[in-house]
């Protein structure tokens, strides 16, 4: 398993981008693109085909978020979990064989 904690702009971001990516009861990842980026603003599409954007405290967050996801996105492994307290986000992942 692996985890990475991603600081957002405040609780509300934190709480769009905790429930965009993951949905507990299906145990599913509902992201399936980073669209764009914009200085700390995430633009991503999930399964839905829509289209939303976050945004994060700072520029380092966006790299570490950009790069958690990718293999989540090429589908080398799957999200399993996400928590949220006040602006940080927990995303907790583990490798697909």
């Known amino acids: 398993m692996n ?12 709480q769009k981008l905790a429930s ?3 949905v507990k009861e299906g145990n599913e990842t509902f992201i399936t693109e980073i669209i764009d980026v914009f200085e ?6 999930i399964k839905d085909k829509s289209v939303h954007s976050i945004v994060l405290k700072d520029k380092e ?3 570490k978020f950009t790069d958690f996801m990718q293999s989540i996105i090429e589908k080398k492994a ?5 928590s949220t307290n006040e ?6 992942k583990e490798e697909l064989n």
């Open 3 to 14: 985890k990475v904690e991603i600081v957002t702009d405040d609780k509300y971001e934190a």
């Open 20 to 22: 965009l990516i993951f």
């Open 40 to 45: 700390t603003e995430i633009v991503i599409s």
């Open 61 to 63: 967050q966006v790299t």
């Open 78 to 82: 799957k999200i399993i979990g996400t």
């Open 87 to 92: 602006g940080l986000v927990e995303i907790f």
